[in-house]
């Protein structure tokens, strides 16, 4: 008796999902999430710089020096599961502090494709998407990053 779905019937079928996933990559609501623009500037307002180094379970993003207005930045593809984590440490003169610059359950919404945050002294404000206007501002997560696994080379 003959098969009447040969192979190669299923290797289109697969292909064919494979090119509409792929299509949805860049923006289209689907199983694949679009890229998320990062970014976040030294606004303490003091003169002073702003020492930030982020990172993720998977990815560590080194240690960078922010001086006045300057921002670092970067882009990454949130998971499929919705747990995606950024957090980051900041520090100058005498502070230090942590946040979770990037949660993917709290921010999807919120910033879409472009999680832009301004870093003021009494935590980071995210810029609306809606008005254009740094006003979603939050209290650092000091409390959550006590404990020695998440310092560990924080220090560069």
């Given amino acids: 008796m003959k098969n009447k779905f040969p192979l190669s019937r299923y290797l289109l ?21 679009k890229k998320v623009d990062l970014r976040m500037t030294n ?11 982020c990172k993720s379970k998977d990815h560590d993003l080194g240690a960078h ?10 882009r990454f593809r949130p998971n499929f599961w919705g747990t995606t984590l950024y957090f980051c440490r900041f520090w100058w003169g ?10 993917q359950n709290r921010d ?9 945050w301004m870093v003021g002294l009494v935590g980071p404000c995210l810029r609306d998407r809606n008005f254009g ?6 209290n650092w997560n000091d409390e959550k990053y ?9 220090e560069n």
């Fill in 94 to 103: 005498n502070e230090s502090h942590w946040f979770d610059i990037y949660d």
């Fill in 133 to 138: 206007i740094y006003d979603l501002c939050q």
């Fill in 146 to 154: 006590n404990d020695a696994k998440y310092l560990e080379g924080s």
């Fill in 13 to 33: 079928s697969f292909m064919l999902l494979l090119v509409s996933l792929v299509g949805l990559c860049d923006g289209g609501a689907g199983i694949i999430q």
């Fill in 108 to 116: 999807t919404t919120r910033c879409d494709s472009k999680c832009w």
């Fill in 65 to 74: 020096l922010l001086t006045p207005n300057q921002y670092f930045e970067f």
């Fill in 43 to 53: 606004d303490l307002g003091t003169g002073e710089n702003i020492n930030v180094h």
